[in-house]
């Protein structure tokens, strides 16, 4: 969560952004959050000049103007602008510039896909891929590892991915890869199809069902659901025979655990006692 001068100061840069790209296409807009990420992955290898751009000795005017003398001329002039303003705000810690730069870019991947309404896409593959990844101990063992360079495991992430998913959900999982705000590639994939979902403003629900549910059966759970936190509710369902029957639903800290299976271990606890 960002301190409140932070949010102030990212939500400046993101008002310049919106300015700067009023008219742009969703294609153009794609592009900006490249040239955005493109940054946050400069400041995240360069802690020098991460130190220098939060600097408290140099007032935000001195800030601002370092990074747009770095980048004029290399990216467009909203990316650049937006990116001024950003290094021109208040910053208690050098990360926490890298990680308002890193969600700007992320925003604005986000801005393009919802301009080309292809969000619900995007947070569909999303799932699906971190469901293809974890059901491959090898492949989530390899994409996971941060010694590994992310330009590698991006290729090969790419490569997985190519000609099945939108250009947005290939620049999130980039995002990923890179350890969005720390986290692991796994959470940092959660924490994206969270974030999609919440730009249609939807709540995301977690379901492991014994079988395929049909239509019917994903309508009632979601109506229910919907009802329960008041507003639309995104189901994302893995399907896992294991819990030999009933359904397990996580909707952010919260969790339903109806399966047979959860039951057989509370009988099996009370015999044992």
């Not at 890869?177 to 720390?182: K, V, Y």
């Not at 994939?189 to 999609?196: A, C, N, P």
Request: no cysteine; glycine share 8%.
């Amino acid at each position: 969560m960002m301190a409140t001068v932070n949010r102030e100061s990212y939500a400046a840069a993101a008002e310049k952004l919106t300015a700067g790209t009023g008219t742009a296409t969703a294609a153009q807009i794609a592009t900006t959050a490249d040239e955005i990420m493109s940054v946050a992955r400069l400041l995240r290898g360069e802690p020098r000049l991460r130190r220098a751009l939060t600097d408290p000795s140099r007032s935000g005017a001195e800030r601002g103007e370092l990074l747009r003398s770095l980048l004029t001329g290399k990216l467009s002039e909203a990316a650049v602008e937006a990116l001024t303003v950003l290094a021109s705000g208040r910053w208690s810690a050098p990360n926490e510039l890298l990680d308002a730069t890193e969600r700007l870019g992320i925003d604005t991947a986000l801005a393009a896909a919802g301009k080309a309404d292809r969000l619900a896409d995007i947070e569909d593959e999303l799932f699906r891929f971190g469901q293809v990844v974890s059901g491959s101990p090898e492949l989530a063992v390899t994409l996971g590892d941060p010694t590994v360079p992310a330009d590698r495991r991006a290729k090969l992430a790419e490569d997985l991915l190519k000609g099945k998913a939108q250009t947005g959900t290939l620049q999130l999982v980039r995002v990923a890869l890179e350890g969005f705000g720390g986290r692991s590639f796994e959470t940092s994939l959660t924490k994206l199809v969270e974030l999609t979902a919440a730009k249609r403003d939807r709540e995301v629900a977690y379901v492991t069902s014994a079988k395929v549910l049909d239509d019917a059966e994903e309508q009632r759970l979601a109506a229910k659901l919907s009802d329960i936190y008041g507003r639309q509710v995104s189901l994302k369902v893995d399907v896992d025979p294991s819990i030999l029957g009933g359904l397990s639903v996580r909707v952010g800290s919260d969790l339903y655990d109806g399966t047979i299976l959860r039951r057989l271990h509370e009988a099996r606890q009370a015999f044992a006692k």
